[in-house]
């Protein structure tokens, strides 16, 4: 059966659409309803932020039904200026996405003597989405867009330009991110003591500062957010106080405020007090579903003979990482592992564990970064010839936006700090062979002194090289080198564990 397809009537079309708008296009045009596209319409965006990311919503058009394509013409500042590619370069809008979609058999039909079995779906969801990308050229001020939309019937071409189409206000960029260093910070009482000035880590840095509590025991310097003790204010016992800063935007008046252990604590004394420095455990996931909620998404590249339920499953968590005492209590945390041995068999299985991405800019100033985790592979036998099947590979990437194969990943095994069985040892540098070091050794990887054979591994990847990206995703791979089927003496593929995935940031 010969098969085809046809770009058929609009009506067709949404016949067999799943994903349209009905709000924004009329169905079933009529030759005398067609006209040149009227009443182009977005939502006006008040209190845009300079320099970030800005999306409207979905256009409205009258179109007679058909589906228009648009196209950003020009920008204007308010007085005029036209703006150039520094600025549209970084603006974009979305079109329609049209996918080729089966007939189930009962639905096809003859056309010009050929069986159609397939139509073409038309996804309208985004179609006029105008996009501004984040770090963008767009300050302070009104910016209007000048749009052009077009529908096509058979050779009927018809457009209209619509003039300041969208409006976007851009206000200045809040202070979401305020950072005294370090946290916690000692006021001697009569020493005239003071805290540290705050870095400004996000927005317009054209603020004010005022406290919000305590005013009765502090005082702020408006200009600086500098912090003291009150004239006259006395301690018998060290107090330690959580002053609340506000911070307010001189150009729109606008506040954010900010209060907490993770964020400022003072004590006060009558003699000099030494504080330990804080560590802030900003990500760290349960791990208890495959779930961006739980911290991780899971692609499977090829399953093998594993099944989709099999595939990193839940499991308890390492008990080397519950012996560390310092790291903060997780509800409902579980390790997750897979095992590609299914009937003592193994054929190649491939899948990703995708940590949620992070941004790590927020604490590039006075902190250190890493991420921790543990590891651990279990009954891995080695090929004929003495190579590992299988590995848990490890990746980085800062491009990553939700399309795996998109983006640019790193390997980084060998920049991991590694200890076996142990919170406390001396780490060593690049993760371990897997297996039990034995056998012969082609690639010249294995050391008999760093056999994690079915141990626990604590990992860490020092992040302060990453310190400026904001969208930062760690990435761990099962991994096989091999080919056909394995079993017995000619390899296993074994199983890998993944537990207590967290990124800290430590006073420097």
């Not at 950072?179 to 880590?201: E, R």
Request: glycine share 8%.
């Amino acid at each position: 059966m010969k098969k085809c397809f046809l770009l058929m009537s609009i009506s067709f079309l949404f016949l067999f659409t799943e994903s349209c708008n009905e709000d924004t296009f009329i169905e079933d045009p009529t030759l005398e309803s067609l006209g040149e596209p009227k009443n182009l319409s977005y939502t006006e965006i008040i209190n845009a932020r300079e320099f970030s990311l800005l999306k409207t919503d979905v256009p409205t058009i009258d179109t007679g039904g058909l589906i228009p394509t648009f196209e950003i013409v020009s920008g204007r500042t308010e007085d005029g200026t036209i703006l150039d590619d520094t600025f549209m370069s970084q603006v974009s809008i979305a079109g329609t996405v049209e996918t080729i979609e089966n007939l189930s058999p009962e639905n096809y039909y003859e056309f010009n003597g050929e069986t159609v079995t397939t139509y073409v779906s038309v996804d309208t969801r985004n179609n006029g989405v105008i996009t501004i990308n984040d770090e963008n050229n767009f300050g302070i001020g009104n910016y209007y867009f000048t749009i052009k939309a077009t529908t096509t019937a058979g050779d009927r071409t018809l457009s209209t330009t619509f003039e300041d189409a969208l409006h976007v206000s851009v206000g200045p960029g809040l202070v979401t991110n305020l950072l005294y260093s370090p946290l916690a910070q000692n006021l001697v009482v009569g020493a005239g003591s003071q805290t540290t000035q705050p870095f400004l880590i996000t927005g317009n840095p054209d603020v004010t500062f005022e406290l919000g509590s305590d005013d009765d025991k502090l005082n702020i310097d408006s200009q600086t957010g500098i912090i003291s003790l009150e004239a006259g204010y006395a301690t018998v016992e060290n107090d330690t106080i959580y002053p609340k800063v506000i911070v307010t935007s001189n150009i729109s008046g606008e506040k954010t405020e900010f209060q907490g252990e993770s964020f400022l604590f003072l004590v006060a004394s009558n003699t000099p007090v030494i504080l330990p420095k804080q560590t802030n455990y900003f990500f760290y996931p349960s791990l208890e579903a495959n779930n961006r909620l739980y911290g991780y998404s899971v692609e499977v590249i090829t399953p093998g003979a594993v099944l989709p339920e099999n595939i990193w499953k839940q499991t308890g968590p390492s008990p080397l990482a519950s012996l560390d005492t310092s790291l903060p209590v997780i509800d409902g945390k579980q390790a997750i592992f897979t095992n590609a041995v299914v009937g003592g068999a193994s054929v190649p299985h491939e899948s990703d564990v995708i940590i949620n991405t992070q941004d790590l800019s927020q604490y590039r100033l006075g902190f250190n970064l890493s991420a921790v985790f543990y590891t651990q592979n279990r009954f891995v036998e080695y090929l004929s010839d003495g190579r590992t099947p299988t590995d848990l590979e490890i990746y980085i990437s800062t491009d990553y936006t939700g399309d795996n194969a998109a983006a640019t990943w790193t390997k980084v095994n060998s920049q991991v700090a590694c200890q076996i069985n142990s919170n406390t040892d001396t780490p060593f540098i690049g993760t371990p062979y897997p297996g039990d070091q034995k056998k012969a050794d082609p690639d010249g990887l294995k050391d008999p002194s760093r056999n994690a054979d079915g141990k626990w591994v604590r990992c860490e990847l020092d992040l302060n090289p990453y310190k400026d990206e904001k969208r930062f995703t760690l990435k761990f791979k099962y991994a096989s080198y091999f080919t056909g089927e394995i079993r017995g003496a000619t390899g296993r593929a074994g199983r890998y564990f993944i537990s207590d995935v967290h990124f800290k940031a430590t006073e420097q």
